[in-house]
């Protein structure tokens, strides 16, 4: 059998250069195998299906690719928006303080207990649709505290909050009278929030149930002190824990749903967990001698019923 020419050149010559598109062309696979030895065609054949191979891993790569970048865009977009409001929040946000200054007062479970409710708060704050002006006050980069919260919360370092090593009474030196301490010791019950004064979180987990630390704490210093509303808009139930005593995030879920509803029933339950046994009062039906009743013992067991192993 004669040898089939390309114009201007052998096939021996152009073996290898031939590739799949020109096979295909000519169409005549027996003509190769006649031309090449069982090695070489072996090598072309592994060559054809090599360069196949890596055509369809390409467009696999490219596909994967644009697919990633078409879901990073919205999540991009999503968290440039909550990084916008937050700090917005910064210039014109009620403000709120967690103080942190009690580190001395907790073992490494309730620091580290501590530090998870210092996360919850922050994602409350940041899904809120009017975030707070969120201080973390007394929180040095140096503390046990400040490496526990960094060690169990990823960016911890990089949350949008006004965080000082210095307390809030060095930084607020002259707003003394717009401060009030939340407490659930403080005789009197808050009215409503105000966005003109400043409100303070105790950043205590005690799991020894010591009574009115916090509270001290504002007597001491001469800061108003009040408690939420629960006992003033909400009864006990037929069963339940009775304690009045919340989280640090269960606090900050409240505060934001009151400035969302400005309703203390709805606020509360947002931050009040349903084991408690709370629940609303009948507020157009008159107090029975019964309900007298719960509300004196609510009252005389106050401190027996406020210790939760949580934030004093």
């Known amino acids: 059998m004669s040898n089939i020419e390309l114009p201007g050149q052998s096939l021996s010559s ?3 250069q031939i590739t799949t598109e020109v096979l295909d062309t000519i169409g005549n696979y027996s003509i190769m195998e006649s031309n090449l030895s069982k090695n070489k065609l072996r090598k072309l054949k592994n060559y054809e299906k ?3 191979n890596r055509s369809i891993k390409r467009d696999k790569e490219r596909l994967t690719q644009k697919q990633n970048q078409l879901r990073r865009r919205p999540h991009e977009d999503e968290k440039q928006r909550i990084n916008k409001k937050l700090l917005l929040a910064q210039l014109s946000g009620p403000q709120v303080i967690i103080d942190c200054q009690f580190e001395n007062c907790m073992t490494v479970k309730e620091q580290r207990r501590f530090a998870q409710q210092l996360r919850r708060v922050y994602s409350s704050n940041k899904v809120a649709t009017s975030p707070l002006h969120l201080y973390f006050t007394s ?3 140096t ?3 400040y490496n526990t919260c960094c060690k169990i919360n990823d960016g911890f370092s990089n949350y949008i909050v006004d965080r000082n090593e210095k307390s809030f009474l060095q ?3 002259n707003q003394l009278e717009e401060m009030v301490y939340l407490t659930p010791d403080a005789p009197n019950p808050l009215d409503s929030f105000d966005p003109n004064k400043i409100y303070i979180i ?3 987990v005690d799991e020894t149930t010591t009574k009115s630390i916090t509270q001290s704490f504002t007597k001491s210093n001469y800061i108003h002190s009040a408690r939420l509303p629960i006992q003033e808009y909400f009864t006990r139930g037929n069963q339940g824990t009775y304690k009045t005593v919340l989280t640090l995030n269960q606090i900050v879920d409240i ?3 009151w400035y969302e509803t400005k309703d203390w029933i709805k606020s509360i339950q947002a931050g009040l967990p349903l084991r408690t046994g709370f629940i609303p009062k009948e507020m157009d039906i008159p107090i029975t001698k019964q309900n007298n009743k719960i509300q004196d013992s609510d009252s005389s067991n106050h401190h027996t019923c406020g210790e939760d192993h949580t934030i004093k």
């Open 171 to 173: 930084l607020f030196s």
């Open 202 to 204: 105790g950043g205590l």
């Open 139 to 141: 929180l040095s980069e």
């Open 50 to 52: 090599r360069l196949k």
């Open 14 to 16: 152009s073996i290898p």
């Open 255 to 257: 505060i934001l749903k």
């Open 143 to 145: 503390s046990t505290i």
